[in-house]
């Protein structure tokens, strides 16, 4: 389980305004801090070098967040090819890009206030050292990059070793006798 700033698991779920945790992802900090993501980077693809990664954050955001948290991944405009992008939900996770002339770090503390009125708990993603300054504190929980980066590996890891025991669910019949059966049967099969 990941660790806030304070090195305390995340409550995942704690509801102060009757709604779930607010779960805001640095999107670009996140992808520059694991391969899992840099690898998908096409700087050859004129239209956009970063839409696989960022489409793979947005999964594994998904698939971390599991119904516990309200995600939103967050993604500077500046830069893009097209800085012009839809804010439509993705796999559950909200996707915001920030406006042209405004930051991602922006968007963020603007998402981080706005929980900290409802009161709302927020665990926020990034290793940005300036915004993990601004938006520290009571009911914020922080979470470096990394740990993300860390978590995702293993729940992949995990979900990779549950497809590989369900293949060996389906082995046939043959496979699944003993030596010494299987060559009674090569035999019987072979009188007939």
Same mark, same amino acid.
């Given at each position: 389980?990941?660790?806030?700033?304070?090195?305390?698991?995340?409550?995942?779920?704690?509801?102060?305004?009757?709604?779930?945790?607010?779960?805001?992802?640095?999107?670009?900090?996140?992808?520059?801090?694991?391969?899992?993501?840099?690898?998908?980077?096409?700087?050859?693809?004129?239209?956009?070098?970063?839409?696989?990664?960022?489409?793979?954050?947005?999964?594994?955001?998904?698939?971390?967040?599991?119904?516990?948290?309200?995600?939103?991944?967050?993604?500077?405009?500046?830069?893009?090819?097209?800085?012009?992008?839809?804010?439509?939900?993705?796999?559950? +996770?909200?996707? #915001?890009? %920030?406006?042209?002339?405004?930051?991602?770090?922006?968007? !963020?503390? /603007?998402? $981080?206030?706005?929980? @900290?009125?409802?009161?709302?708990?927020?665990?926020?993603?990034?290793?940005?050292?300036?915004?993990?300054?601004?938006?520290?504190?009571?009911? +914020?929980?922080? #979470?470096? %990059?990394?740990?993300?980066?860390?978590?995702?590996?293993? !729940?992949? /890891?995990? $979900?990779?070793?549950? @497809?590989?025991?369900?293949?060996?669910?389906?082995?046939?019949?043959?496979?699944?006798?003993?030596?010494?059966?299987?060559?009674?049967?090569?035999?019987?099969?072979?009188?007939?």
């Amino acid at each position: 389980m990941s660790r806030g700033s304070n090195g305390a698991a995340p409550k995942g779920g704690l509801r102060l305004s009757g709604k779930r945790e607010l779960l805001v992802v640095d999107g670009y900090n996140v992808i520059f801090k694991g391969e899992r993501y840099t690898s998908l980077m096409d700087e050859s693809d004129t239209a956009d070098p970063f839409e696989a990664a960022r489409e793979r954050l947005v999964s594994d955001v998904a698939a971390y967040a599991q119904g516990r948290y309200e995600a939103v991944a967050v993604f500077d405009a500046a830069g893009n090819v097209s800085p012009d992008r839809p804010n439509l939900p993705k796999a559950g +996770v909200r996707v #915001v890009f %920030s406006e042209t002339g405004e930051s991602a770090d922006s968007v !963020i503390e /603007r998402l $981080v206030t706005t929980a @900290r009125r409802q009161p709302r708990e927020v665990t926020v993603i990034t290793s940005d050292n300036t915004i993990r300054a601004t938006v520290g504190g009571i009911p +914020v929980t922080r #979470v470096s %990059s990394d740990v993300l980066v860390h978590d995702v590996n293993e !729940i992949a /890891r995990e $979900v990779e070793r549950e @497809r590989e025991e369900r293949s060996h669910h389906r082995l046939t019949v043959e496979d699944r006798l003993d030596p010494e059966t299987r060559e009674k049967l090569n035999r019987l099969l072979g009188r007939l």
